[in-house]
């Protein structure tokens, strides 16, 4: 706004006008091909909740149940986690290869949390409501473990930098599927919440695993689309297909144990090398 001094009849520009003008503009809020992949992430947390509430939940609470519906649907959100995880994966590479926008980062958490927090976690409510020999309350306190491990490790990532090539505790897309595997192994249930504490404490500590890049990328995809071919497998009764699964199941957990062992004695062997050195450096 410009006003006249009556007196000078000279013009003038408020001063906070003036800083305003100064201020750069907005960074551009215009979705990279990356951002679209990190939606489509959301996305699939989302329908995954949707599967589990209308085709297992409700179900139950009517008592209209129906085993092979519910099994179909259960297979089915599992399946969108795992595809959540794909576009997770790709969102990163792409973002590395291509131009990532301003949002990047906060759409790539905030999906996160959606998919591999809210998602296993009302996937392991749901368990508790429907299993026979599951406790409803103590499975929520279990849940909220996992949801909560999930915050935190998102957090945590954003503020402490971390080492190339490393994550700092269970990557969350591993966790929630770690989560879901326990559940649809169908153990008994005190050993399955232990499993599912664990998993959330393995989030958020500090064993490192290594980030999926070059061949532990394709790997890992490898590992996703067969999981996929073992669920679906088992939500059409293939013969022999819930066996295929329980052992998709248990590997799953397994590795989730195994792979920062494995880091965890490179580590070691790196350190034992480096004292080596040292010594043999001091030697006359």
Known sequence: ???????TQ????????????????????RLSIADTLTLGNAICGFMAVYFTTTGVL????????????????AATAVILMLLASVFDLFDGLVAR??????????????SDLISFGLAPAYFVVVWGVVAQDAHQKVSVVAAIAVLLAVVLRLARFSCVPMRDGIFQG???????????SIVLLELPFVPTLLA????????????????????LAVAMLSWIVLSMGLLAAWAFDAPGGELLLQTGCALQVVLGAVIPLFATARRVNTFRDNRREARAAQLP
């Open 97 to 110: 290869k291509l131009r990532a926008s301003a949002m990047g980062a906060e759409l790539d958490n905030l």
């Open 10 to 29: 000279a013009a003038w520009v408020p001063e906070a006008q003036t800083e305003e003008d100064e201020v750069d503009m907005p960074l551009s809020t």
């Open 196 to 215: 599912i504490v664990g998993v959330a404490w393995l989030m958020v500590s500090r064993v490192e695993y290594p980030k999926p890049r070059g061949r």
């Open 1 to 7: 706004m410009t006003v006249i001094d009556p007196d």
């Open 170 to 180: 269970m990557p969350s897309p591993f966790g929630a599927l770690t989560v879901v």
């Open 58 to 73: 409700m179900p139950h609470l009517t008592g209209n149940e129906d085993g092979g519906m519910a099994r179909h649907s």
